[in-house]
Structures are given as C-alpha cells and as structure tokens.
C-alpha cells in the first residue's frame, strides 16, 4: 500500500483565517500570547488592554497581514467595554465573533489580612469583568454579526479548582470564573456561540513571576513535568477551543499545568 503524505506537517492549516478575535489583557503574558498564535491562524485581532501602549506593542509583534488593531479597555467597567466593543466593529466593519477573557489581577495575601479594596479589586477584573466583557460581545455579535457563530475561551485557573493560601480572593474569583463559563455555555450554545475556559498552573508571565521564587521552586516539585508553563502553551489550547477542532466542546475547563492540581 502506498504510504500517504503526512498533512499533519506538509499542510498548513489556517484555522480561524477570516475570524475577528478580540483579547482582553492582550498586552501582556497569556494574553499576548493568545493574539500571537490566534493571528499565526489567520485571525485579525482587536488587541484589548487597560495599557494602551502594552497593546500597541502586541501589535508589533504580530505575524500576518491582517489590520490588527489596539483599543483601551477597562474590564472593570460597563461603558468603557461598550465603547471598545462598538470601535472594534466600528474599525473592523462587523463584531468579532471570537473571544479570549485574559485580562486579570493577582495579589498573595493571607486571607485574615485581606481588605475589603484587594478583595473587591481582584473579583472586579477576574469575575465582573467577564461578566461585562462577554455579555457586550454576545450582544453585539448576535445583533450585528453577518455569521453569528462565535467562541469564547475564558482564562481561569488551577486555583480556581484547587484553592490555595494566600490567594482567597483570586481562587474565588478563578472559581467564579469556572462556573460563570459554565453557566454561559449553557444559554449560549443554542445561539450558536460556544464557551470553555482553561485552567493554567504557574505560567512564566509578568503575573507568573509575582509568585515568590521559593513557591515557585515548589510548584516545580509539585507538577509532575517539574517545570512551569509558557504563555504560548495556553494559548495553542485557546487557539483549539476557538477553532473547528474543538465543535464538540462546551463548558470544558482544561488543564493546562504540566499535571499540577489534576
Ligand atoms: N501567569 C500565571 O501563572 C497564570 C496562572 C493561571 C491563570 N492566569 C490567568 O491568566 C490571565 C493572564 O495572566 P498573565 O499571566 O498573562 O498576566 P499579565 O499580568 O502578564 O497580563 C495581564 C494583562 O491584563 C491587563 N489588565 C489588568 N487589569 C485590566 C483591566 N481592568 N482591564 C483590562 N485589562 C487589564 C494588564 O494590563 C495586562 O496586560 C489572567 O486572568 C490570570 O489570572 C495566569
């Protein structure tokens, strides 16, 4: 029998060519991460960031000719999430109809010493902000998409099922997110738009190295791949789950640890 060409590696495959994705915390780490093998697809990104510059800067460091474009965006807040929504539509001439919640806070505090700002900050970017973010996405992509099919992938964390000290606030909030993903896969998937969220261990990002080094060197013991992850390692697992590949997935929380917390 004649062997077969290999298309796993002869054939390039472009999965999301012609999609709009749009990345909250694009600016930075898993984020960036995201926007870079989203437009290695084919993706035209709307780069989201509360750091307009930081987003800019992902920008430059897109492959593709795609006209990718930066907008400020402060999760946090309704209006400014609205306004950036209508001026990725507004620039891209139709709404993205791909969405990566990355956009986060992190702060190591003993839950006893946890004020009421650290708490309220933490769940107001983490939670609330996808909250705000994917009901204005949803919003605009099923009163304006020409093709209303759509993809969410939301960037929890192994905290968020672990728990773990010193982080009340921000496994509360990754455990929100878990089940706020949840519960939008539910009502959006007869319209069309799927949702998953993926649940990363100690990845080496800005937010990655505000965990002290002896943790970290403890999270290595921990993980059974004795390392920590690497931005684009999420972001090949966001890629699938926004993709075709994945048209079977809803709800799904994958873990994305080298084997930590599993
Ligand atoms: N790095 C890790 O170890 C790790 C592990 C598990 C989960 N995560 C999650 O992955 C996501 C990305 O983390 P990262 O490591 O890339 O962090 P990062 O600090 O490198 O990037 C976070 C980005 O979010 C942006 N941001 C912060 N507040 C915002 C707001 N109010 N509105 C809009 N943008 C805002 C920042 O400007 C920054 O660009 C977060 O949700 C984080 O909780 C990270």
Not at 93 to 112: Q, R, W, Y
Request: aromatic fraction near 4%; include cysteine; charged fraction near 20%.
């Amino acid at each position: 029998m004649a062997a077969s060409a290999d298309t796993t590696t002869t054939t390039p495959s472009y999965t999301l060519t012609g999609k709009i994705a749009l990345v909250t915390g694009g600016g930075s780490g898993i984020g960036r991460a995201c926007c870079q093998v989203l437009a290695r697809e084919g993706a035209r990104l709307v780069v989201a960031d509360i750091n307009l510059q930081a987003a800019k800067h992902t920008l430059t460091l897109l492959p593709g000719g795609q006209q990718h474009v930066a907008v400020a965006m402060d999760v946090r807040d309704r209006r400014s999430v609205e306004d950036a929504m209508k001026a990725a539509q507004d620039q891209c001439g139709t709404p993205p109809s791909l969405l990566v919640n990355s956009a986060g806070v992190f702060t190591m505090v003993p839950f006893s010493e946890t004020d009421d700002d650290t708490w309220q900050k933490i769940i107001d970017v983490n939670l609330t902000g996808i909250f705000l973010v994917t009901q204005a996405f949803a919003t605009s992509l099923l009163d304006n998409g020409k093709d209303p099919k759509g993809a969410i992938v939301n960037i929890a964390s192994i905290a968020g099922k672990t728990g773990y000290p010193h982080l009340c606030a921000y496994s509360a909030s990754k455990g929100g997110v878990i089940t706020l993903t949840k519960t939008c896969a539910a009502e959006l998937a007869s319209k069309a738009i799927r949702v998953n969220c993926v649940l990363p261990g100690v990845i080496d990002t800005p937010m990655g190295a505000m965990v002290p080094d002896e943790l970290q060197e403890l999270f290595k013991r921990l993980t059974p791949l004795g390392r920590l992850g690497r931005p684009e390692e999420v972001a090949e697992v966001v890629a699938f789950l926004l993709g075709e590949r994945s048209s079977y997935m809803v709800g799904a929380c994958v873990e994305v640890t080298g084997g930590y917390g599993m």
